[in-house]
């Protein structure tokens, strides 16, 4: 399977953004987003799993931000409310077969990153 993520764009401070990350084909696995910022390490944004029963933020985006997905058109979504200008970054989703996944390297497959930019 192949991820592409998209939806990024430049936003002001308090605004929103949805992206979303479309999979070449079926996919049940856990879909995670996760972001990284110039000079910093990429971290753990969101992860659904399958069936969407099981939903993972990070602390700091938890009540701003929201993931979901579609399994009829294999895409996932992250809702993204409230935007500050430390949720600037390259936004990657990425898949993993392990159940509560947030670590890197638990996820084998990666989209190509779409660009967040919040303005002050």
């Known amino acids: 399977v192949q991820l592409q993520a998209s939806g990024g764009g430049l936003v002001q401070a308090g605004g929103s953004l949805r992206l979303s990350c479309a999979a070449s084909?079926?996919?049940?696995?856990?879909i995670g987003w996760f972001r990284q910022a110039p000079g910093k390490e990429r971290e753990f944004v969101a992860a659904i799993n399958g069936n969407g029963g099981t939903i993972y933020y990070a602390d700091s985006v938890k009540g701003r931000f929201t993931i979901s997905r579609d399994n009829a058109k294999n895409t996932v979504y992250l809702q993204m409310n409230s935007l500050k200008p430390e949720d600037t970054g390259v936004y990657y989703c990425a898949r993993s077969y392990r159940f509560g996944a947030r670590a890197v390297h638990d996820y084998d497959v990666w989209g190509q990153g779409t660009q967040v930019t919040v303005s002050s």
């Open positions: 084909g079926r996919t049940v696995s856990t």
